[in-house]
């Protein structure tokens, strides 16, 4: 059964920091591409931050959070991270980790909430 469980969201000031996490299993986690999104209320769901499978070497990021936010991944512990600082309030929003092998297979989470509010 393929799971992957977001964690590390909650409430915290402008210029504060989170650290996300979203674990992983039922799957070959190193042989996914992954990624994280979010989702604010009223808004489309939007890429934060990818990064390739196996070593991960290659990450690509949203422009909004570009230099604040740091995507990694550890394949011994099937888990992938999302390091958040220098927070802002229009970062608020519920955040889903993706697993992708192709377009037609790929997992999501139930997402975590971020709240950034003073």
């Known amino acids: 059964q393929v799971q992957l469980v977001e964690s590390g969201g909650g409430l915290v000031q402008p210029g504060g920091s989170l650290r996300l996490s979203c674990a992983a299993s039922?799957?070959?986690?190193?042989?996914?591409?992954m990624s994280w999104y979010r989702q604010a209320p009223g808004k489309e769901r939007e890429l934060v931050a990818a990064?390739?499978?196996?070593?991960?070497?290659?990450?690509n990021y949203g422009g909004s959070v570009k230099g604040r936010f740091t995507i990694s991944r550890d394949n011994a512990k099937n888990t992938m991270y999302l390091q958040m600082n220098s927070l802002k309030p229009e970062d608020t929003a519920v955040y889903y980790c993706?697993?992708?092998?192709?377009?037609?297979?790929?997992?999501w989470g139930q997402g975590t909430q971020v709240t950034v509010s003073s």
């Open positions: 993706r697993a992708v092998r192709t377009s037609t297979l790929n997992y």
């Open positions: 990064i390739s499978p196996a070593d991960g070497s290659a990450t």
């Open positions: 039922g799957f070959t986690f190193s042989n996914y591409a």
